[in-house]
């Protein structure tokens, strides 16, 4: 079945740190993949988006390539802040169903 | 702010009662999408619609229905409330476009004692 795989957190890092959160996925179809990023006491907001492959999505400094040949939507980002902490969730959406994916979501953390 | 409205941000209530989440899509969206956030399942899909019409469903109990109202806001409809139900229950909003992204609320927090 359909299913996106992200890596467990928690992710502690100081500020400035280069931070990569895994996200891999299991899909039929070619899906559109997408990050939303949770901060604490909100709701999930789009963080970036890449619909077909070698797409990169980006916004706030962080970076996404949609790969297909490692079925891969890694997030990353150069330069962290405290203020990024917040949980991340890697998502699909099929063509078919039009219904999110998701993944278990990664918690963030940021250390001054 | 994502345009998608919610109420109310916070419920209390008791085991057995039954209560209403109210959603306002963003002007110009067609689906609504119900989810539950609790700490132990994470993000749950329960269910969508679109136009007014039921499109998908997911891991929604017997204990909930929702609809979609011809100005096309929404309504979640939990009753005969258990503990477990306490959760953070989100609304999103889609376009008609495909694969278009979801724009969430903010969100409502049950509470059932």
């Known amino acids: 079945g359909n299913s996106v795989t992200q890596m467990e957190g928690p992710v502690t890092l100081s500020e400035e740190a280069f931070l990569t959160i895994n996200c891999t996925y299991t899909a039929t179809g070619y899906p559109s993949l997408f990050w939303y990023v949770q901060y604490p006491g909100e709701g999930l907001q789009l963080l970036l988006k890449a619909t077909k492959a070698d797409d990169k999505g980006s916004n706030k400094g962080f970076e996404a390539t949609y790969r297909k040949e490692t079925t891969s939507f890694h997030l990353e980002k150069g330069s962290v802040q405290v203020s990024d902490s917040a949980v991340y969730f890697c998502?699909?959406?099929?063509?078919?169903?039009?219904?999110?994916?998701w993944g278990a979501g990664t918690k963030l953390i940021i250390k001054p | 702010d994502s345009g998608v409205t919610q109420t109310p941000k916070h419920l209390i209530t008791a085991t057995g009662q039954r209560v209403t989440l109210r959603c306002s899509p963003r002007s110009g969206d067609l689906s609504v999408y119900w989810y539950q956030q609790s700490l132990d399942q994470g993000l749950q899909f329960l269910i969508q619609y679109y136009n007014g019409e039921e499109r998908a469903k997911g891991n929604i109990l017997e204990r909930f229905s929702a609809q979609q109202f011809p100005d096309l806001h929404s309504e979640l409809n939990l009753s005969s409330l258990e503990l477990g139900d306490s959760a953070l229950y989100f609304c999103?909003?889609?376009?008609?476009?495909?694969?278009?992204?979801?724009?969430f609320g903010n969100g409502t927090r049950l509470t059932v004692t």
């Open positions: 998502a699909l959406i099929l063509d078919s169903n039009y219904q999110l994916i």
């Open positions: 999103a909003s889609s376009s008609w476009e495909n694969n278009s992204p979801l724009h």
